[in-house]
């Protein structure tokens, strides 16, 4: 085994060691170098426009360095408690895909950690204003971490979503989301309303102005939710409506962007709103910024940057005195909504630190609540 393989292992399980799922202190990782334009040599690059495949897609992309699969929502309790969740999936690859194996190759590699997988978890508790959220790691492999169709199949040990088995069809709705933790559990079955949204052009979404700076990315934007969320010893039917993104890329970020504000809308009215506003060195919103509009049907009218205003009205602190803002205005064309998290402190305190919650939507003028949605904030040091 040469060296370089080693040092990855030993990194891997240090990873590992620290970042269990009880653990509440973790080693921060580097979001740019994960995200950034750096070390793509032997990757896949998102340039052209593609042709999507379902449910193929739903599956790894191995040659790409990276990729999630992304699931929130708003639910409420059958005695009216409202709780927000996510459930994401990462992949990272540690070096490009290699020429197939032979068996005593294959023997001598048995060590090597090619990828590197992590999932976490949040439960929001909206009626106590509490916020639960853990991380899992693994490398791939078949009982560890992986994504695959024919069965539908994603998973981090025992963290999962697969295609119910009464089903025919191994990929169809519905999906089932289980996650088990000590602090709080989901048993979550998710149906699709409204067809998958290519996102940007055609599925090709562009991040920063290089060539290949981008993700293919597409949305689901709206499944209708039922099951039950579990917090403590208190168990809670519910019923409500998830959204799940699916991104994969190589790289996206380039030097002077340094994070994204991100929201995912869901409008009692059955119409959604996605927009990503990705942030300059001096926190305005770069010329990258995208989104869509999508109508009860699934027909998307793209966003640009230039049509959309966001104002921060109010800001929530971090321990480590990191701004979040958490009370928002945001503009678009001739409507105008209030953005206001349901629980201020729903910071991901793991080791890819972040803000991701659950919001409420209100009409800025009468202040009736119009729907649910989530947001998610990133702040990257720059390079």
């Excluded at 597409?218 to 039950?228: C, F, V």
């Excluded at 793991?350 to 919650?357: F, K, S």
Aim: hydrophobic share 35%.
């Amino acid at each position: 085994m040469t060296g370089r393989p080693v040092r990855l292992l030993l990194i891997f399980i240090l990873l590992l060691q620290a970042c269990d799922d009880q653990s509440t202190q973790a080693p921060t990782l580097d979001l740019m170098n994960i995200l950034g334009g750096e070390a793509t040599q032997g990757f896949e690059r998102a340039i052209d426009i593609r042709q999507f495949q379902f449910p193929k897609d739903h599956a790894s992309h191995q040659g790409f360095r990276n990729e999630w699969w992304y699931f929130t929502g708003n639910l409420v309790s059958e005695d009216g408690k409202h709780f927000g969740y996510q459930v994401t999936f990462f992949r990272t690859s540690l070096s490009p895909p290699k020429e197939p194996l032979g068996k005593a190759q294959n023997q001598e590699s048995s060590w090597v950690v090619q990828d590197i997988w992590m999932a976490h978890a949040a439960l929001t508790d909206i009626h106590d204003q509490q916020h639960h959220a853990l991380q899992r790691f693994s490398r791939a492999g078949p009982a560890l971490a992986g994504a695959t169709v024919d069965p539908l199949n994603i998973w981090l040990d025992d963290w999962q979503v697969i295609s119910k088995p009464s089903f025919n069809k191994s990929n169809e709705f519905p999906w089932q989301v289980t996650i088990n933790t000590d602090d709080f559990s989901l048993e979550l079955d998710l149906t699709a309303v409204k067809p998958p949204v290519l996102q940007g052009d055609r599925g090709l979404s562009q991040k920063s102005a290089p060539i290949g700076n981008a993700s293919y990315y597409y949305s689901y934007s709206r499944l209708l939710t039922t099951g039950k969320v579990r917090i403590g010893n208190n168990d809670y039917p519910v019923t409500g409506t998830s959204w799940f993104d699916r991104e994969w890329s190589t790289s996206a970020l380039d030097k002077g962007q340094t994070g994204w504000d991100w929201f995912s809308l869901q409008f009692d009215t059955g119409e959604d709103l996605m927009y990503y506003q990705l942030r300059d060195l001096q926190g305005n919103a770069d010329g990258n910024s995208q989104g869509s509009w999508i109508d009860e049907k699934g027909g998307k009218t793209p966003i640009n940057e230039q049509d959309m205003q966001l104002n921060v009205l109010k800001e929530w602190r971090n321990d480590d005195g990191q701004v979040y803002p958490v009370h928002w205005q945001m503009d678009y064309g001739d409507q105008s909504w209030i953005i206001q998290a349901a629980v201020e402190d729903q910071f991901m305190d793991l080791a890819v630190p972040y803000w991701e919650g659950s919001v409420k939507i209100y009409d800025t003028t009468s202040m009736n609540l119009l729907g649910r949605g989530y947001l998610e904030m990133t702040r990257i040091k720059p390079i």
